[in-house]
Every structure is written in C-alpha cells, then in structure tokens.
T-cell receptor
Framework: AQSVTQLDSQVPVFEEAPVELRCNYS??????LFWYVQYPNQGLQLLLKYLSGSTLVKGINGFEAEFNKSQTSFHLRKPSVHISDTAEYFC???????????FGPGTSLSVIP | DTAVSQTPKYLVTQMGNDKSIKCEQNLGHDTMYWYKQDSKKFLKIMFS???????INETVPNRFSPKSPDKAHLNLHINSLELGDSAVYFC????????????FGPGTRLTVT
C-alpha cells in the first residue's frame, strides 16, 4: 500500500528566507508525485508534479521540487518566501491514471513578516 | 468562468437529516472525485467516477451515495447525517488520459448539529 509522510506539520519562516517542506512516500511500484497548495478557505491547486524525466521539477510561484528515488522523497523548496505563500501544502502520490491519489497530512507554512 | 463549482458553499443541518451537495465542471474532463477534509486538514478520497462509471469507492458509510448524471456533474447525497460527517467536502475533476492534474472546487463546509 502507498503512503505519504510529511514530517513537519507546521513550518514558520521569515519573509524572504528559504524554505524546504519535506515529503517521503512508500510504494513498491513507480509513482507520480504532486505538490498541491491550499490557501485559507479555498480548494487545492497544483503547484508542480513529477511524472517522469528530469528529477528537478519547477512549478508555479517560484517553487521547485526534487524527486529522489533512492530516498523515496519529493521535497518542495522555495529560495525566498513571501507573505502570500502562507498556506497548507500537500504532497500526493498516485500509481496510474486510474488509481486514487493518496495525500499526505499536510504542512502548514506560516510566513512571518 | 469557474472551472469546478460546488453548491452550496456552506451547509448547516441537524443530525438525522438528508442533504445533497452538487458539483459541476466545465473543463471537459471525464473523471470526477469527492474528497472529505476533516478538521485537521486531512484529505481523503471518497469516490471517483470516470465517464459516469464508479471506479473508486473507498470505505465510506453507505449513507453516502454519489450520482453522476453526466460527465460534467457529480452529486453527493448523504442520508441520516451524523455529527462525524461535519467536514469540508471537495469535488475535483481530471482528464484520465492527460497530465493527471486534479482541479478542485472551492469546497462545501458541512456542519451537523
């Protein structure tokens, strides 16, 4: 069975500082990996995804993530955060196009002015 | 134009009542989903339909019954509401043969008193 772990439930960071949100997954087969963001009182929207190819994936709003197969990780990074990045971030995994998406428990990013 | 819309946005009702949540997408997608997000932000899939056919049915009480009249609509009917049903319910859609991105609606906050 697949599972997704996000080790940090809350990450406070000062504005313009870098941030890394950690994600590890477990699966016996190849997977597709995603990061979604949920702003307060809104639905989720896709930040970036890894399907195949280059292990460094760039997404919207200056975020990027690196897929590490040996460590089964897909950590999200941003070199300089803004107040507007304050949100809940979810890592997710799925095996095939008809399989369900498994979401991690989420990391709440709080950007401090 | 809203890509994935849900009605109502808020729903407050008493235990034992029956209620429905409606979802519509105008993205031309062939797959739709219902997710439940609890008070700790944990997101779990409930159902998924592809071309009006149920393809994912998680361990959900049979008081919950999804209905997909066509590819653009997926409704959720809940019978005999319980306190534990209080949550935010998200509808999402995607293209099964595409880039696997799911587009989420704004959510319906259900409060059972």
């Amino acid at each position: 069975a697949q599972s997704v772990t996000q080790l940090d439930s809350q990450v406070p960071v000062f504005e313009e500082a870098p941030v890394e949100l950690r994600c590890n997954y477990s699966s016996s087969v190849s997977v597709y990996l995603f990061w979604y963001v949920q702003y307060p009182n809104q639905g989720l929207q896709l930040l970036l995804k890894y399907l195949s190819g280059s292990t460094l994936v760039k997404g919207i709003n200056g975020f990027e993530a690196e897929f590490n197969k040996s460590q089964t990780s897909f950590h999200l990074r941003k070199p300089s955060v803004h107040i507007s990045d304050t949100a809940e971030y979810f890592c997710a995994v799925r095996r095939t196009s008809y399989d369900k998406v498994i979401f991690g428990p989420g990391t709440s990013l709080s950007v401090i002015p | 134009d809203t890509a994935v819309s849900q009605t109502p946005k808020y729903l407050v009702t008493q235990m034992g009542n029956d209620k429905s949540i409606k979802c519509e997408q105008n993205l031309g997608h062939d797959t739709m989903y219902w997710y439940k997000q609890d008070s700790k932000k944990f997101l779990k899939i409930m159902f998924s339909y592809n071309n009006k056919e149920l393809i994912i049915n998680e361990t959900v009480p049979n008081r919950f019954s999804p209905k997909s009249p066509d590819k653009a609509h997926l409704n959720l009917h809940i019978n005999s509401l319980e306190l534990g049903d209080s949550a935010v319910y998200f509808c999402a859609s995607s293209h099964s043969g595409g880039d696997y991105e799911q587009y989420f609606g704004p959510g319906t906050r259900l409060t059972v008193t």
